[in-house]
């Protein structure tokens, strides 16, 4: 992580749980075109339920099987920032990004104009993304985020103010990261890989006090709709691409032991990509080329 954790020991994100919208494409026929257009291996997963080993299922069919969202191998994504984001922001959070490519054959360019798949707002108070593939149905639209990063969350903007005397072209704002900065930006950077919540693996089996879960989000301003969606709801295992179950996950939150039964707690705060995260990635994004282009 860019600076000194020490010297950033008083600013903590401003909400214990890092929460995000993975947001996939409602238009559901859409996303799976543009998926398998992307990448044909896409198409590999077929829900139990459209099978015949169940053909009296209550379940509603879907107009296409489940699949999955990830870029073709060997793809370059181009990343481009929207509005005012001055190069030594636009870097740390490029050069954070780029900690996914040593475990996987991609590649990513930081570009200041023309068309990008990956197109990054800073000025939302959100943290949101669209998952793999489905960026690509406002590729049209170059004018329209895929990725949001709540900035007031990640960064002490009031510090940061105040050192406003000092030359950009040499700015550090390492000093000026949240301790969660590098987990919140690689955590949003796997879904644009098209990896899903790891808290809602189908193995999951975190004894959330659901409740008290809405009741703390209800706080902040998610709608109970939202928060089951993004947090209690688990994945359908047969619509769900995954490996073992893992906790240390840079897609799992943060579980708050007053918002589960039975004392039960998981922090990852300030920790990065696990084990399992890099054989998961490794595996989708095999035969790694570790490669970023410049900012051009």
């Not at 693996?201 to 879960?213: S, Y």
């Not at 902040?220 to 688990?234: A, I, P």
Request: aromatic share 12%; charged share 25%; hydrophobic share 35%.
């Amino acid at each position: 992580m860019p600076g000194d954790l020490t010297s950033r020991k008083d600013f903590r994100l401003k909400t214990p749980l890092h929460f995000c919208h993975a947001r996939h494409h409602p238009d559901l026929q859409a996303a799976y075109n543009a998926a398998i257009l992307e990448n044909p291996a896409n198409a590999a997963i077929t829900p139990s339920y459209l099978t015949e080993n169940e053909p009296h299922s209550d379940r509603q069919p879907r107009l296409v099987g489940s699949f999955t969202k990830y870029w073709a191998r060997g793809r370059t994504l181009r990343i481009r920032f929207l509005g005012i984001a001055p190069p030594f922001l636009q870097n740390v959070f490029f050069e954070t990004a780029c900690k996914w490519l040593p475990h996987v054959n991609l590649k990513f360019t930081l570009v200041t104009s023309g068309d990008a798949e990956i197109r990054i707002d800073l000025s939302q108070n959100l943290n949101a993304s669209a998952v793999g593939t489905d960026a690509l149905l406002a590729f049209k639209r170059q004018d329209v985020a895929t990725l949001y990063f709540d900035l007031p969350n990640l960064l002490d903007t009031q510090k940061l103010i105040t050192a406003q005397g000092r030359s950009f072209a040499r700015f550090d704002v390492g000093d000026f990261l949240s301790d969660n900065f590098e987990r919140v930006v690689l955590h949003e950077f796997g879904h644009v890989l098209g990896a899903e919540h790891e808290h809602q693996h189908p193995n999951a089996n975190i004894p959330w006090d659901e409740q008290k879960v809405i009741q703390a989000y209800a706080a902040k301003g998610y709608s109970e709709q939202t928060v089951r969606k993004e947090v209690l709801d688990r994945y359908e295992a047969a619509d769900f691409s995954y490996f073992e179950y893992d906790p240390k996950s840079v897609m799992h939150y943060n579980v708050a032991q007053d918002e589960t039964q039975d004392d039960f707690t998981i922090d990852n705060s300030g920790l990065g990509l696990s084990h399992k995260d890099i054989e998961f990635i490794s595996t989708v994004y095999g035969d790694r080329q570790n490669s970023r282009g410049p900012l051009t």
